[in-house]
C-alpha cells in the first residue's frame, strides 16, 4: 500500500467490513462526520464503475480541537479519512490518512503529539479489524 495511510485487508464481505469500521472507529472515540459514497458518486458524475467504497471523514474531538488550537489552517486537512473498498465478494480493504504523513504537509513541532494520539488511535481501530490468530 502508499506510504501515506494505514491499511488492514478483511476477509468479510464489505457490508460487514464498513458496519465492522464504524464500530472500531467509535471504539477508539472517533465520530463519523461525513460519508461519501465513491463508487456511486463516480457513477453519477462520470458514468464509471468501481468497486464497493466509502470514504468516512472520522474525527475525534479533543485531537482535532487541540490540533487547531495549534494551527488553525490544520482544518483543510480535517477530518481523517477512512476508506473502506471492496477487493472482490469476500475481501475488503480499510485505509486511513496516517497522521504521521498529514504532520509531514503541516509541519513538523506542536503537532506532533496530535498525530501520535491520532495514529495510536487509527492503528488500534485497524487492529481491531484484523481477525486474532484463532480465527484464522
Known sequence: MADYTLSTRLDRPYADAVEATRTALADQGF???TEIDLAATM????GVDLPP????????PPLAYEA???DPSIAAVLPCNVVVRALDDSTTLVEAFDPDAMMGLAGAGALDSVAADAKQRLTAAL???APSPEED
Do not use: E, P
Open 53 to 60: 467504497q466509502v470514504i468516512l471523514g472520522a474525527c475525534r
Open 68 to 70: 487547531i488550537q495549534v
Open 43 to 46: 457513477k453519477a458524475k462520470l
Open 127 to 129: 487492529a481491531a479489524l
Open 31 to 33: 465520530g463519523i462526520l
